[in-house]
C-alpha cells in the first residue's frame, strides 16, 4: 500500500507488515530507536497473531480480512493530565467514519472509554499507550482494530464487522486510509480552544449515556443500577445511582457491564 494522498500528516509514512505479533509493539519499538519515525507514521497488518485490548485483553481477528494499525503521534500540546483527549479524538475520527460507512439504520456509538459498538456489538477497539516527558506528553501510540470482512466471530457473540452491518464486502486499503482521514480529522480538535468541542462530541456519541441500566463494582462484585451521567477530563467515568441520585467514580477496569 502507499503513502496517503488524502491526509495532512497520517500515513506519509506506512509501514505494511505480512505479519506480525502486535502493530502496537512494533511502533513502540520504533519509538525506542535512535531515529524518531515522523508523526503520523502508520504501522499496518492484515495479520496480527497476538494484538492486544486495554489491560492484558486480547483482539482476535482473522488473517486478512481486518485492519490492525497502530498510528505514531506525538501529541506534546497535552498536559500529562490531558491525555484522555487523545483516546476521545481517535475513538471520535473511528466512529466518525462508521457513521459514514455504513446506512442511516445503524448508529455506530463509543463504549466508554473506546471501544466501538453498533447494535450492541462491538466492532472495533483502541488501544493507546503514551510515553509521559515530565508534565507533557511526549510520544503516543495509537493501535486500531477494526473489524472488516470476517463475517464469523468463534466465542465472540457480540462482535460485528462492517460486511455484516453492510452486507458487502470492503477494499482494505481504500478502508485503511478512509479511516485514517477521519482519525486525522478528529486529532486536529486536540488544540485548546477545541477541547471543550471534541469533549462534548465524544460524550454524544457515547454508548448507553444517559440510560438507566446494571452494572457491577470489579471492587467487591457489587451490583450498581444507575445511567452514564458525564465522563471526566481524566478519563473516568460518572454514573449517577438511580436509587440514591448520587454519582459514582470509575477508571477502566472498575466497573462491568452486565
Not at 131 to 159: D, K
Not at 196 to 207: G, P, S, T, W
Request: neutral net charge; glycine residues 8%.
Amino acid at each position: 500500500m502507499d503513502s496517503f494522498n488524502n491526509t495532512v500528516f497520517i500515513g506519509k509514512v506506512f509501514i505494511e507488515l505480512q505479519e506480525v505479533a502486535s502493530t502496537n509493539a512494533y511502533a513502540l519499538g520504533l519509538l525506542g530507536g535512535n531515529v524518531l519515525p515522523p508523526h503520523g507514521t502508520v504501522v499496518f497488518s492484515s495479520r496480527q497473531t497476538a494484538g492486544r485490548g486495554q489491560r492484558g485483553s486480547t483482539w482476535l481477528s482473522e488473517s486478512g480480512k481486518n485492519i490492525a494499525l497502530s498510528l505514531i503521534l506525538y501529541p506534546r500540546m497535552l498536559a500529562a493530565t490531558q491525555q484522555f483527549y487523545l483516546s476521545m479524538a481517535i475513538a471520535l475520527g473511528v466512529c466518525r467514519f462508521l457513521q459514514q460507512e455504513l446506512s442511516l439504520l445503524h448508529e455506530p456509538l463509543i463504549k466508554w472509554p473506546n471501544d466501538l459498538y453498533v447494535q450492541h456489538q462491538k466492532v472495533a477497539g483502541i488501544l493507546i499507550e503514551n510515553t509521559v516527558s515530565g508534565s507533557q506528553l511526549s510520544a503516543s501510540v495509537a493501535g486500531i482494530g477494526l473489524n472488516v470482512n470476517q463475517t464469523a466471530f468463534e466465542n465472540l457473540p457480540n462482535a460485528t464487522s462492517l460486511q455484516l452491518l453492510a452486507q458487502r464486502q470492503f477494499n482494505l486499503p481504500e478502508t485503511v486510509q478512509k479511516l485514517c482521514t477521519y482519525v486525522e480529522t478528529a486529532y486536529f480538535l486536540l488544540q485548546p480552544d477545541k477541547l471543550a468541542d471534541l469533549k462534548r462530541q465524544y460524550v454524544q456519541n457515547l454508548y448507553q449515556f444517559g440510560v438507566p441500566r446494571h452494572f457491577v463494582r470489579t471492587a467487591g462484585n457489587t451490583p450498581l443500577y444507575g445511567y452514564i451521567s458525564h465522563v471526566l477530563d481524566s478519563g473516568h467515568l460518572e454514573i449517577t445511582d438511580c436509587q440514591s441520585g448520587q454519582p459514582e467514580y470509575f477508571d477502566l477496569k472498575e466497573i462491568a457491564w452486565t
